[in-house]
DNA sequence: TCTGGCTAGTAAAGCGGTTGCGTAAAGTGG
DNA sequence: CCACTTTACGCAACCGCTTTACTAGCCAGA
């Protein structure tokens, strides 16, 4: 590997002299420019890169904490910022925390050790606040897909509440008046936004909500298949529901079938996020579909706007879709 | 931030004592060990990894290059290698290529540029020689899950055939005959090992494989289905299917539903590499169980070895194991 | 008493860039 | 022709750490 003062010596100027054109900090007349490009060509020289991160003190990296990155919402998330990052020359660490208060420590301190200029975090559990406290001692960070509450620095989420609103309401269009929602942790900012969204649309029907037919608890299959088989066990169970995410959506079909009831037929099932494999149940799980490549996508531009110091919005917000599939029908009648 | 030049000072010691003692280079007597530590701990110091990095030549990061992180299998796979890279201090750059060649390229750049100590690779696709001849000039690389031949790298790959063994026996064992194989690329190395390993089970059972019935394409869902169409659409299809991949599988779930037909009433069906959502199928998919973590842990102890230049071995074969759901019964007599 | 071998360190030269000051030489206006 | 501004660069310090080569002081043995 050559360096730049063999590219000088070659060019017969100084190092400085190389640095700053190759920099544009300065201009020189064509005949130097042209002694300095041989040299480089002839030299094959490309810039140690670990040299210039300790001299600028940039890494011209970014660190992205997910929760999971097995989990294919979070790697397509992943793959998204990724992407964008490395059209603008930046190398992304991942760290995948498993929602593991140590690890996500140990991602900030990466970041404070200037291991990485910014951080894109992304986290699926409510903070107790400690989290929260800590990054007020941080450089850039942008928050996506889920809140930190108390936390101020620039987040991208998606319409959650209208979101859950559309498919509530898509819902109660095929003909449901008792629908249930089996949500996600009742004090994370997503659940909380997808049932104010249910709620809404309810309301906006004029069908009053028994507070026995919402559930909360983890977005996970497990819980999905809990919360529905409890449902199903009373007098008279929900003919559709709504459910907080597609991993709860899978374990409510689970909890359906395993009593022998069938989806569509018996109950409706609308579900949340359009994971890659939504598509590949039986029947089809019609979902709201989030921008997951857009999150990505805008979570880095975010990114960089702060590290660049222009200051970019403090909130933005993605627009979510319904996407009809096979698992909503009319209700028996 | 404070430095190591600060630590020394206040330690009353120079900063190659402080260096050395950091690295368990130098015995110190006890008192001026206490000396160094306490600075250490009054000034929250902690090593400029940058600094380091310049000094060592060494990044202290490895690249990973998967072909797309957004499939479950290499997610998992990174989180394992990126939970293995954490525990021994190394950073992990992931860069999905999403089987651009340029994108490859660009990874392997980094590795020469000392971006990176090493690289672990995975590809899904054949090499038509130029990956092959252009990894001959670099350094620390470790092949995982798909070969890329004529390269002389250590490499790490599951029991394709016989995994493929056990899934066509199991297939056998419960009464088929007939049956088929929707396998991968033909010059793709797992597909061929796959493809043996079918051939094995067939042979030892005595049955004779028509050709007709053995199909190779790409490792997708969209393939599996055209295939078993076409297969549906001869005279006599057969009663079970080997498929190469759980994507495939899928792909031939989706045909034979769309025939009006049934899995595994009609048709049984075995997968390869149980995926997350094999589970999520409705009928559950049987199928070849990979060790996925296994292989990022193993990848990334192999890459280690070799910066750390004891060699490691040169092949590393993984065990599969069937898993038995619910898409495999009897033929219908 | 001298030599040699420890012990417990240190000074200084890198690693390969960037950058705040300078400055010699050439050009310009009066 | 002189003072002043450009133009075109260079010197050397610096980023924070590692490492080679060296030394001061002490003790043991001959």
Redesign the pocket.
């Known amino acids: 590997?050559?360096?730049?003062?063999e590219?000088?010596i070659m060019a017969?100027?100084?190092?400085?002299?190389?640095?700053?054109y190759?920099?544009n900090?300065?201009?020189?007349?064509a005949?130097?420019a042209a002694r300095i490009d041989a040299a480089i060509a002839a030299l094959d020289?490309?810039?140690?890169i670990?040299?210039?991160r300790?001299?600028?003190?940039r890494s011209e990296a970014i660190g992205m904490m997910t929760p999971e990155i097995a989990n294919p919402f979070f790697a397509e998330l992943a793959a998204a910022v990724e992407d964008e990052a490395e059209k603008h020359g930046y190398s992304v660490l991942m760290s995948s925390t498993g929602g593991n208060r140590e690890r996500e420590l140990a991602s900030l301190r990466r970041l404070k050790d200037g291991h990485v200029d910014g951080l894109i975090m992304m986290t699926n559990r409510p903070d107790d606040g400690s989290l929260a406290a800590t990054l007020h001692h941080y450089g850039h960070i942008v928050l996506i897909d889920e809140d930190i509450p108390g936390v101020n620095v620039p987040k991208i989420f998606v319409e959650n509440r209208e979101g859950a609103r559309a498919a509530t309401r898509h819902l109660i269009e095929a003909g449901h008046r008792r629908i249930a929602h089996i949500g996600g942790p009742a004090k994370l900012f997503s659940a909380i936004e997808r049932l104010a969204g249910y709620r809404d649309a309810m309301a906006e029907a004029g069908i009053t909500v028994d507070d026995g037919d919402i559930r909360q608890g983890e977005y996970s299959r497990e819980f999905g298949r809990a919360a529905m088989l409890d449902m199903l066990a009373g007098a008279e169970p929900p003919t559709a529901v709504f459910a907080g995410s597609d991993f709860i959506a899978i374990g409510i079909m689970e909890a359906v079938r395993s009593k022998g009831l069938g989806v569509p037929r018996d109950i409706s099932l609308v579900g949340f996020d359009d994971m890659p494999f939504a598509d590949l149940l039986a029947p089809g799980l019609t979902t709201i579909r989030q921008p997951t490549a857009e999150l990505g996508r805008i979570g880095f531009g975010t990114l960089k706007a702060l590290i660049d110091k222009t200051s970019p919005p403090e909130l933005t917000r993605l627009p979510v879709a319904l996407v009809k599939r096979n698992s909503v029908a009319p209700p028996r009648s």
Chains 1, 2 share one sequence.
């Open positions: 590997m050559s360096t730049i003062n590219v000088a017969r100027v100084s190092t400085t002299t190389v640095s700053r190759l920099n900090r300065i201009e020189l007349p005949e130097t020289y490309r810039p140690n670990l040299a210039k300790l001299s600028l003190g």
